[in-house]
């Protein structure tokens, strides 16, 4: 079992950054592909980004290819999301989730956090 907890959400400006933590329990963090996964008020959860097991390989939305990076450190336990040039649009509630195999369904993820709160500000 694997218990998730993000951090580092808050308000910032447009064209700002912010990067977010994700810090995983448990011994088999390893073998789980993690992602990031986006709420915004009215609208349906959706993908923002996921990694491999062992961080070779990252795929991300179009929507925020090329401002948002992960990253992660399996010695650690962590998951970084870095996200730079922030828009309007990106405010949401962010969550990381850890799923056995790399898919964009967020149905597939079987360990959520609880979320973070990101706010950008026009």
């Known amino acids: 079992q694997v218990q998730l907890v993000e951090s580092g959400g808050g308000l910032v400006q447009a064209g700002g950054s912010l990067r977010l933590f994700c810090a995983a329990s448990g011994r088999t963090f390893s073998s789980y592909v993690m992602g990031w996964f986006r709420r915004a008020p009215g609208k349906e959860r959706e993908f923002v980004g996921g990694?491999?097991?062992?961080?070779?390989?990252?795929y991300y939305a179009d929507s925020v290819k090329g401002r948002f990076t992960i990253s992660r450190d399996n010695a650690k336990n962590t998951v970084t999301l870095q996200m730079n040039s922030l828009k309007p649009e990106d405010t949401a509630v962010y969550y990381c989730?850890?799923?056995?195999?790399?898919?964009?369904?967020?149905?597939?993820?079987?360990?959520w956090g609880q979320g973070t709160q990101v706010t950008v500000s026009s």
């Open positions: 989730a850890a799923s056995r195999t790399f898919t964009v369904s967020s149905s597939t993820y079987t360990y």
């Open positions: 990694i491999m097991w062992d961080g070779s390989s990252t």
